[in-house]
């Protein structure tokens, strides 16, 4: 199955007729969820043979930069399913079957979703401040609080971790919680300034147990060369910088129709696209967009064939992210600037694209972070 066929353009027409509403409203997307569902996007990693779509990562990434196009909050939702299904799939095909229930359960109809940020833990996925209880039986009890956990109202496995202090050597335990399970609250405090709809609601964990069949990796405090970790670093950043991708895309659309739509009093009516100034501007911004195609295809194609880069797959994947949010950040404001004021009325379209392009500064890894994995990867860690 194509990207286009399994996302066509009369779905990505419905999709992009209630997104204004959506975030209106500040309202989750479940009508998008269930269209996905049926069409069988949230399956795409599995195997054929299991019911999937039998995707890689650069099939996903293109199928996310074309939804991105239509409904960025919704596109930015499902990545964190998309991440979980895409992890499970890289380890499988590396040799590792420990995730393979998380296909499994994807084509059964189960959505996954993120658990894992904390506020204040700049060091994401190498410590944590929630707290891991080890039981009798080999479950686990979690006890601490995760924001940004986008599919708050839809998920039914939520992926969390936390730090297991009672071993000679603290152990940073992950597992899935199921949506049945007591001792946890979501909140209802996603009230933003864009990417509502994905309704990332902080949610409190008070000695919510993982079951141990459940508890599928233990770590190390710090980095380390686990593939779980580059698996989640691949597909997080990677399918992070195609939704941001495609909203660059829309953008660079949006502009080009402002600029044939508006007319030029002080030049006789005609087209601003005849305008020298606004035509630098729409070429600035394809050629910006012209960049980060290709990196970001060519990096998840690099992964899907196993392609070894060793120290510097970190500074690719960061790297990525970066120019990916920031060239769309950049595309949104060159478009806004071609279309006119109109722009900065509430419900216009690239209106909402300039509020939810804000968000990518904030996904991990941030600015600092990705500048500095960059640095150590050319000129080795700082001294002392």
């Known amino acids: 199955m194509s990207i286009e066929q399994l996302l066509p353009d009369e779905l990505l027409n419905r999709f992009r007729s209630r997104a204004g509403a959506y975030d209106e409203r500040n309202e989750f997307f479940h009508e998008d969820l269930q269209e996905l569902k049926n069409a069988g996007y949230l399956r795409v990693f599995a195997a054929e043979d299991d019911g999937g779509m039998g995707f890689g990562l650069r099939q996903v990434a293109a199928a996310q930069r074309r ?31 420990s995730l393979r229930y998380v296909l499994q359960e994807a084509v059964a109809g189960e959505v996954f979703a993120f658990g894992n940020s904390e506020a204040g833990n ?68 996603w009230d933003t300034l864009g990417m509502r709809a994905n309704q990332s609601n902080t949610t409190v964990l008070s000695g919510v147990v993982a079951a141990a069949d459940r508890v599928f990796r233990k770590l190390p405090v710090g980095p380390n060369a686990d593939p779980l970790i580059f ?60 960049g980060l195609y290709p990196q970001l295809e060519a990096v998840a ?7 070894e880069h060793g120290a510097q797959w970190f500074p690719r994947l960061v790297g990525l992210k ?33 509020r939810d392009v804000l968000a990518g500064m904030f996904h991990p890894s941030d600015d600092e972070s990705a500048h500095s994995t960059v640095a150590t990867a050319w000129l080795g860690p700082l001294e002392g």
């Open 322 to 354: 970066v120019r990916a949010t920031e060239t769309a950040k950049e595309v949104v404001d060159l478009a806004i600037r071609v279309s006119g004021g109109g722009t900065y009325f509430a419900g216009n379209e690239l209106g909402r694209l300039y």
């Open 67 to 97: 939804l991105a196009t239509a409904a960025p909050a919704t596109a930015l939702g499902v990545n964190m399913h998309l991440v979980w299904t895409g992890v499970a799939h890289l380890l499988a095909v590396r040799g590792d079957d």
């Open 122 to 189: 700049d060091s994401v996925l190498f410590d944590s401040s929630t707290v891991a209880e080890p039981n009798a039986d080999g479950s686990y009890a979690f006890t601490g609080t995760k924001i940004f956990t986008s599919l708050s109202p839809a998920w039914t496995r939520l992926g969390i971790f936390g730090k297991d202090s009672t071993g000679a050597e603290p152990a940073l335990v992950h597992a899935f919680i199921t949506r049945d399970a007591p001792g946890y609250t979501i909140g209802n405090d």
């Open 231 to 290: 698996a989640i670093f691949a597909c997080f950043e990677t399918l992070l910088a195609a939704v941001y991708a495609g909203i660059g895309e829309r953008a660079l659309q949006l502009g080009v129709e402002a600029a044939h739509r508006r007319k030029s009093q002080k030049n006789g009516g005609r087209e601003y696209s005849q305008d020298p100034d606004i035509r630098w501007k729409i070429a600035t911004a394809a050629i910006t967009m012209d």
């Open 301 to 307: 194609r690099d992964i899907d064939d196993q392609v």
